[in-house]
């Protein structure tokens, strides 16, 4: 259970450090990415899992509670080398892994402290900390993020079945693809931990003009990525 809580509290901060730095880069004014675009966000997410996955290696690197649920419904005998599938060891990844998701936040708000203090609109401020729809519609929405997750938990344990020399760029390239094709209409949070993690960095933090954390929506980037995880492990049994 240590093992646990350093691998994935490690890995997801390296995450959501680096996504949530890509994000601040290209939406915070006065950065030397800004206006980089859709496509930056999408390349600096998938990097921000390859950093991330190997960083947590030795827990079979979920960073992601839909990952680890995932692999539960798939009827995995390990989540990680050695490390069995129970009850205790599940609920271990859920914490570490926002944990992790949590401090990232607080990180990559220091290495842009100066331009969140200049910056004055609260919804470019929380865009950076947490994902939000372009369309609010939270049942569409919802099922945004259960196809997008499905997408990302099903390719990830057909990739555990299919051998290959890619390793953690596999998994980074497949981001970056759910990202460009699936992450239009809500920013594609795929992860529970990445949204929530945040979210609450972003209630907690010091920020002038930061409005609120938008937890009426909070609990779609939730329920989506958790529904849409199972429901990948599930299908990943018939293959």
Not at 101 to 125: M, N, P, R, S
Not at 203 to 220: F, Q
């Amino acid at each position: 259970m240590a093992t646990i809580f350093l691998y994935e509290i490690a890995g997801t901060a390296m995450l959501t450090l680096l996504g949530g730095g890509v994000v601040a880069n290209v939406i915070l004014g006065k950065t030397k990415g800004n206006g980089g675009g859709w496509l930056l966000i999408n390349f600096g997410w998938g990097l921000a899992v390859f950093a991330g996955v190997w960083v947590a290696y030795k827990t079979g690197a979920h960073l992601n509670p839909a990952v680890t649920l995932g692999l539960l419904a798939s009827g995995a005998e390990e989540y990680g080398p050695g490390i069995a599938v129970n009850f205790a060891n599940t609920i271990a990844y859920f914490l570490a892994e926002m944990i992790g998701a949590f401090l990232g936040a607080v990180v990559a708000w220091l290495a842009y402290k100066t331009h969140y203090d200049q910056e004055k609109d609260a919804g470019t401020i929380l865009g950076t900390f947490s994902t939000g729809p372009e369309i609010r519609s939270h049942g569409w929405n919802l099922v945004t993020e259960i196809i997008a997750t499905f997408v990302l938990v099903f390719v990830i344990v057909m990739f555990g079945n299919t051998p290959h020399g890619l390793g953690p760029l596999a998994v980074a390239l497949l981001v970056v693809s759910i990202g460009a094709s699936l992450g239009g209409p809500t920013g594609y949070a795929i992860n529970p931990a990445r949204d929530l993690g945040p979210r609450l960095a972003h209630a907690v933090l010091p920020i002038p003009h930061k409005g609120s954390s938008d937890w009426g929506y909070a609990w779609v980037p939730i329920v989506g990525p958790l529904l849409g995880g199972a429901l990948g492990g599930l299908a990943s049994i018939a293959f």
